[in-house]
């Protein structure tokens, strides 16, 4: 196990993060609109390079994306991260329904048909489901698709039974009281260490500007998500879409071996980040973008230069 897991995830008691989420220096705040709805992001590098976009998630931001935007700009890629409708500084819509996959699907290709050309996806967790409903939805304004640390149906397990029972406390003590109950849980399991004090005080704060119907409508979708590979693999055939299915070692969302079998199922590549858990882009920020630059190559899409 990594000696000293590092996860974004307030939701997850076993994994605390580490500082990488504020390292996102390489990149410019800005804000888009899609569908109707504004969305904030983090964009990095030349406009004139092939577009990617990064898809967060769930109780996620643009941030968790920090540790490798810079990475991926020198890669020779145009970097947009979101926050999800509802996340952090994205102004959320209000309706349990709208935090669907297939709801929030429709803002992910509004996006994507304002970037330049065709579009490499990335969705991680949460966000992974997003971005196979874009996909499915509508496969042709997209490159690539890479599904990082994201299954193939509903989440059960550690993380399910989370999510069932902090739900009561959203409704008594909402965002700030979820949030101290999630960090209270954390605290009690072995190996916890504490976020540093900067680091800490922006979990809280993204945490509790989140919206509580944003929490409560993903919180029902991530539970409920049926098994749509033979969608998505039909989706990526017809299209010739390459795609990547990329998980940390000790992922305790989706169980690996599960992420493997839907990548066999989707005819994707797979790649397992060792020494990373449920969130490589934090955790092993330089393994995952190499893990990346070495899809895109493989799949003859890789961006024009190297790292510089």
């Not at 998980?247 to 969302?253: S, T, Y």
């Amino acid at each position: 196990m990594n000696p000293d897991p590092l996860n974004p995830d307030p939701m997850n008691p076993d994994r605390i993060p580490g500082p990488a989420q504020l390292a996102g220096s390489a990149a410019h705040p800005t804000r888009l609109t899609a569908d109707g709805s504004e969305i904030a992001a983090l964009q990095a590098g030349d406009p004139a390079d092939p577009p990617l976009l990064l898809v967060p998630g769930y109780t996620g931001s643009k941030e968790d994306f920090g540790p490798v935007l810079g990475l991926l700009a020198a890669a020779g890629l145009f970097v947009t991260a979101i926050d999800l409708p509802g996340q952090y500084e994205s102004p959320g819509n209000g309706d349990l329904l709208g935090y669907t996959p297939d709801a929030l699907a429709v803002v992910v290709l509004a996006l994507a048909a304002d970037l330049p050309g065709p579009v490499h996806l990335l969705g991680h967790s949460f966000g992974g489901l997003v971005a196979r409903a874009a996909v499915i939805a509508d496969p042709a304004p997209f490159a690539s698709l890479v599904l990082m640390d994201s299954g193939p149906d509903a989440l059960q397990g550690p993380r399910r039974a989370l999510i069932e029972a902090l739900e009561p406390v959203l409704e008594v003590g909402g965002m700030a009281g979820v949030y101290a109950a999630s960090l209270a849980a954390a605290m009690t399991r072995p190996g916890f260490v504490a976020p540093p004090a900067a680091l800490g005080e922006f979990l809280r704060r993204r945490f509790i500007a989140s919206d509580p119907v944003m929490l409560r409508g993903m919180g029902a979708a991530v539970r409920a998500e049926p098994d749509r590979v033979a969608e998505l693999a039909t989706a990526l055939t017809s299209a010739r879409l390459p795609s990547l299915v990329i998980f940390g070692e000790d992922d305790d969302a989706w169980p690996t071996a599960a992420q493997t079998e839907m990548a066999h199922r989707l005819g994707a590549h797979v790649t397992e980040v060792s020494g990373a858990a449920h969130s490589p882009a934090v955790e092993k920020p330089h393994a995952t973008v190499q893990a990346l630059l070495s899809f895109w190559r493989q799949s003859g899409c890789e961006p024009e230069r190297g790292p510089r």
